[in-house]
């Protein structure tokens, strides 16, 4: 009797089909048919252009150019963090210490700077209070990929550079999914 049969290998076989053609695409090596963004197919070489130019600061803020740069840092993280069977990015210990990890850390602020708080404002706004408890619990949410962070680059102690989105905390709060 098998256990497993031949539709797990097809499943398998679309699974990284998808995902070869993501790599395709930002390649350039193919049109892109996933997204639609404004009729201009970017590669993956467009997309580190406009991040790095970002983190040099060459880049004046506007809400388009804010939706460019949320796009292409979306793009990079999902074709170097990723893979076939988690779609969203996993950072792996040690990401925001490498080249690229300072440069999306510097995207990320430049996008979202007025939306990045810290764990204590976080604990505060979740729990309606600012205390060890509530910070551990914001700081294992951080762990488990439940909240996005980025290292805040003005602080130096990696203890207390972690920054997280004000809305995602928001959305936790809201669906009570916070780990005890």
């Not at 009729?39 to 991040?51: G, P, V, Y």
């Not at 990079?76 to 925001?96: R, V």
């Not at 990890?101 to 600012?130: C, H, Q």
């Amino acid at each position: 009797m098998a256990l497993f049969k031949e539709k797990l290998t097809t499943e398998i076989l679309n699974l990284v089909t998808k995902r070869y053609e993501k790599f395709e695409s930002a390649l350039g090596k193919k049109p892109s048919t996933e997204d639609s963004e404004a009729s201009e197919k970017l590669t993956i070489a467009d997309d580190m252009k406009l991040l790095i130019a970002v983190a040099n600061g060459e880049i004046t803020r506007s809400a388009v150019m804010m939706a460019r740069v949320e796009g292409a840092l979306k793009r990079i993280l999902d074709l170097l963090l990723s893979n076939s069977m988690q779609p969203a990015p996993a950072f792996y210990d040690g990401f925001w210490d490498t080249d690229i990890g300072v440069v999306a850390s510097r995207a990320r602020w430049w996008i979202s700077v007025d939306e990045l708080i810290t764990i204590s404002n976080a604990a505060a706004l979740a729990f309606g209070e600012n205390s060890q408890p509530n910070r551990m619990r914001i700081a294992r949410a951080m762990d488990k990929g439940l909240l996005d962070w980025v290292p805040d680059p003005s602080v130096t102690n990696p203890m207390h550079n972690r920054r997280v989105l004000r809305d995602q905390v928001e959305r936790l709060r809201d669906i009570r999914s916070l780990p005890e």
